[in-house]
Structure formats: structure tokens, C-alpha cells
């Protein structure tokens, strides 16, 4: 049974950076593309940041790039999310994803993982 857990989340200042973790069991992580995506209070989760099986290939949402950043080391099978100049509107749960062989056309859609975290609480205060 593959699991996934998130850790790293907590209260920060504005301006200040995270880096959140994302550890998987039960098969190597080498077998998954990862993902992040976050819901923000009162919003729809959506879509961070994805890394391929391989870490051949990353992607970052339009609006993060140049802050988050997303890496994997497949010998630990872990996923990492760096979080810099972190804004209050960052202020989400953050969800890990994962599935094997997405399509590049459908990374960006939580539909197209199978596997979930229980989502680590990121806070930025202004």
C-alpha cells in the first residue's frame, strides 16, 4: 500500500521561507510522478509543482515561479517543496500526489494522481 506524508508545514513570517517534505512508502518513489498542490480557505486545491519519476523534469504554477521549486532524491524517496519570499496568500494546506506515468498534458490536474498525503498546514503571517 503506497502512502504519503507530508511534513515541514507551520506559521512563518512574510518574506520568510519553508521547505516542506514529502516522504513515500510502500513502493520507491522512483515509480511515481510527484506533485504539490495546495487548497487555500475557501478556495479549490490546485495545482504547485511537479517533478518527473526521474527528476529529468520539473514544472511550477505560473503564478510561483521564481519562489517554489520542487526536487526529489529517489534514494531517500522524498519529495521536497522550497518555498521562498513566502506571501500571506501562500497560506494553504499543502498536498502531496503522486501516480505512475502522467501525461505531461495532465500533470497539472489533480484528477491524474492516485495517491494523496493528508496535507501539511503552511500559515505566513503579514
Known amino acids: 500500500q503506497v502512502q504519503l506524508v507530508e511534513s515541514g508545514g507551520g506559521l512563518v513570517q512574510a518574506g520568510g521561507s519553508l521547505r516542506l517534505s514529502c516522504g513515500t512508502s510502500g513502493r520507491p518513489s522512483s515509480s511515481f510522478t510527484m506533485a504539490w498542490f495546495l487548497r487555500a480557505p475557501g478556495k479549490e486545491r490546485e495545482f504547485v509543482a511537479a517533478?518527473?519519476?526521474?527528476?529529468?523534469?520539473?514544472t511550477v504554477a505560473d503564478s510561483l515561479k521564481g519562489r517554489f521549486t520542487i526536487s526529489r532524491d529517489n534514494a531517500k524517496n522524498m519529495v521536497y517543496l522550497q518555498m521562498n519570499s513566502l506571501k500571506p496568500e501562500d497560506t494553504a494546506v499543502y498536498y502531496c500526489a503522486a501516480n505512475e506515468a502522467v501525461s505531461w498534458s495532465r500533470v497539472r490536474n489533480e484528477a491524474a494522481y492516485h495517491y494523496w498525503g493528508q496535507g501539511t498546514q503552511v500559515t505566513v503571517s503579514s
Open positions: 517533478v518527473g519519476s526521474s527528476g529529468s523534469w520539473t
